[in-house]
C-alpha cells in the first residue's frame, strides 16, 4: 500500500521490478497508480509504503 502523505490518498500496488534507478527514490509507480493518488501534476510526492498479504498468491504466507 502507498500512501501519499500530501493528500491521504491511498493505493495498493504489485512490485514487478527492482527500479527505480534514481539513488534518491524508492519507487516508480505506474501511471495510473500516480493518477490514483493525484500525484501526476507533480510528478514525484512523499509517500508512505506498506506492506501488505498478497490476496491474489493465497500459499505465499502459509505456515504448512
Do not use: C, F, Y
Request: aromatic share 2%; hydrophobic share 40%; charged share 35%.
Amino acid at each position: 500500500r502507498v500512501t501519499n502523505l500530501g493528500n491521504g490518498k491511498q493505493v495498493i500496488v504489485r512490485v514487478t521490478d527492482r527500479g527505480p534507478w534514481k539513488h534518491t527514490r524508492l519507487l516508480d509507480l505506474s501511471k495510473q497508480a500516480a493518477k490514483d493518488l493525484d500525484m501526476i501534476r507533480a510528478g514525484t510526492a512523499r509517500v508512505a509504503i506498506e506492506v501488505v498479504e498478497d490476496m491474489l498468491d493465497g500459499d505465499a504466507n502459509d505456515s504448512d
